[in-house]
Nanobody, 120 residues
Framework: VQLQASGGGQVQIGGSLRLSCAAS????????MGWYHQGLGKPRELVVT??????QYGDSVQGRFTISRDYARNTVYLQMNDLRPEDTGVYYC????????????????WGQGTQVTVSS
């Protein structure tokens, strides 16, 4: 599975951006998909994932970011509102999937990352 992310850019404080991440390739089933954020010099942190359960949001984005998923297009979208300087960084798409029929093996793949910069 390969992930193609897009939608990053530069925005002012309080602005909005929408990221998208499309999965392609061979697989039996896509499971959780979502986003992680890595600020400069900081570890990668959960933004949100979505799968069979309700979306799981990181504490810092609750109420500001919303994830949606188009199962027909194997794509997730991240609507980011009320952006803050601390949201600046690289956003990585993540996907967990079952590659083979008849086997329960699950793999994880990451997208290439898309830069988001929030400035005054």
């Amino acid at each position: 599975v390969q992930l193609q992310a897009s939608g990053g850019g530069q925005v002012q404080i309080g602005g909005s951006l929408r990221l998208s991440c499309a999965a392609s390739g061979r697989f039996r089933k896509l499971n959780d998909m979502g986003w992680y954020h890595q600020g400069l010099g900081k570890p990668r942190e959960l933004v949100v994932t979505i799968g069979d359960r309700n979306p799981q949001y990181g504490d810092s984005v609750q109420g500001r970011f919303t994830i949606s998923r188009d199962y027909a297009r194997n794509t997730v979208y991240l609507q980011m509102n009320d952006l803050r300087p601390e949201d600046t960084g690289v956003y990585y798409c993540i996907c967990k999937y079952n590659p083979y029929y008849g086997r329960s093996e699950e793999r994880t793949t990451w997208g290439q990352g898309t830069q988001v910069t929030v400035s005054s």
